[in-house]
């Protein structure tokens, strides 16, 4: 079992850049994915930016695409995901998951989940 603790999430206004973390516990073994997911009041929570834990390699939504990067430490369990130019629109509570690789931003292929961190982007 994997506890998954966010942090770095914050207040900002638009055009600002903020870096969120996501630190694993437990049984971290093994090839997966992580990923990022937003979820704004009344809506569907919705892929941001995942990564395959062994390979590195990373995928975005198109709209992080070019502004968001996805990275992770393997030493130290810890997931990232550098923010820049934030928008108004990515305003949203900011969740790390953990499940397989199927579909890297589909909801339904994780099944770990931590606390989400909010972030608030004013214009």
């Known amino acids: 079992q994997v506890q998954l603790v966010e942090s770095g999430g914050g207040s900002v206004q638009a055009g600002e850049s903020l870096t969120l973390s996501c630190v694993a516990s437990?049984?971290?073994?093994?090839?997966?994915?992580m990923g990022w997911f937003r979820q704004a009041p009344g809506k569907e929570r919705e892929g941001v930016a995942a990564i395959r834990a062994r390979s590195g390699s990373p995928f975005y939504d198109d709209s992080a695409k070019g502004r968001f990067t996805v990275s992770r430490d393997n030493s130290k369990n810890t997931l990232y995901l550098q923010m820049n130019t934030l928008r108004p629109e990515d305003t949203g509570m900011y969740y790390c998951?953990?499940?397989?690789?199927?579909?890297?931003?589909?909801?339904?292929?994780?099944?770990?989940w931590g606390q989400g961190t909010q972030v608030t982007v004013s214009s």
């Open positions: 437990g049984y971290t073994e093994g090839d997966y994915c």
């Open positions: 998951a953990r499940g397989s690789c199927t579909k890297m931003l589909d909801v339904r292929e994780y099944n770990n």
